[in-house]
């Protein structure tokens, strides 16, 4: 099974942080979401997944681009 | 009145009025925080002895306008039961502002209210060479303008960077608005600059390994800030303090020198132009053992 992939590249606070959640929801514990996100969307967006137990299992950037491996929690 | 009768009540509080025979009268209020028997207290105050008028001051204060002279003294009296108390003015130290702090904040790093609550109950109203301002924000998002005060607090996280966990994904160098951290994943190395470093933690929070984690969550002291016809910002002096104790020595020294460098009316700002920064860091390094 490939790994579901999100971008918010396009969005701001909030909206990365709602659609990352709503993301979390579709894939079952232990499950891995890839998520595409600017510079600008790291900390809220990371800060916020390691409040809820998920957790960041992979880290790669290109041009400015993050794209995290999510891991969920719980 | 004579001119010298004027400013003794100016110092306790009683302001004269463009308006002959009026007075604001400026209440003690500390961290910005009053209990709501309080307001009801000021507020029958203001309908008694004043217009119905209450001004909030710049500084957190709260000021009852329009009280005729011979009123002074029975305005005070009736806020007394309440623990209500008369503000000051002149060359003494200042209301002590503060934000909520992290009781109540999510960013709070620190109780600002409560060291807010020490350092009135030190130094509120004593004598120094000019009016002197304490102002304690709970973190560095700065709320309550640290470097516009004499003695500015900020509640500030220094990051420490752990080596065994962190797998170099680039993300705390990438969110570091000051750009203070440096990557060099090719030597496997970290550095986080201190005089860069802001202490806002960002790179702790986003961090997805924890390995930069918190070294130091505690206070940091800025001085000789000032507003006014001419403006300058406080700077930081002394290491990131750990304790409550700590920022309160610190505090201390600090008016300990200014008694010593300050001329009449000058502020601490200007004396600090004099004397430089580094003086006053040594000065109260030795007096207190602080870093």
Known sequence: MTTPLLDITGDVCPMTFVKVKMGLQRIPPSGTLS???????????ISSLKTEGHRVTNVSREEGIFLLDVTKGG | MSEADYKELKKGGMMR?????????????????LATPQLRAIQDAADRFGRGEIHLTTRQGVEIPHVPQDA??????????????????????????ACQGR?????GVIDSPELAVEVDRELYGKPVPHKFKVGISGCVSNCMKAEENDVGIKGW????WEESACDFCGICEAVC?????????????????????????????????????EKIRGYRVFAGGKF????????????????????????????????????????????????????????????????
Do not use: W, Y
């Open chain 1, 35 to 45: 998520v595409r996100l600017k510079e600008e969307a790291l900390k809220n967006v």
């Open chain 2, 17 to 33: 009025q463009a308006e002959a025979g009026l007075f604001s009268v400026r209440l003690h209020v500390v961290g910005g925080r």
């Open chain 2, 72 to 97: 002074l003294a029975a305005v005070k009296e009736f806020l007394a039961p309440s623990g209500v108390g008369v503000g000051v003015c002149g060359p003494t130290v200042r209301t002590v502002t």
């Open chain 2, 103 to 107: 009781r109540v904040c999510p960013s």
């Open chain 2, 157 to 160: 996280i220094e990051p420490r």
């Open chain 2, 177 to 213: 608005p000051t750009k203070a951290i440096l990557l060099s994943a090719g030597d496997g190395k970290l550095v986080i600059d201190p005089a860069l470093c802001i202490g806002c933690g960002d790179c702790i929070a986003s961090c997805p390994t924890g390995s930069t984690r």
């Open chain 2, 228 to 291: 006014g016809r001419r403006p300058s910002l406080g700077k930081r002096i002394l290491e990131v303090l750990r304790t409550k104790e700590e920022a309160m020595a610190a505090i201390l020294a600090v008016l300990d020198f200014f008694r010593e460098h300050g001329k009449p009316r000058e502020r601490f700002g200007d004396t600090l132009q004099g004397t430089g920064f580094p003086a006053l860091e040594t000065f109260v390094k030795e007096r207190t053992g602080l870093p």
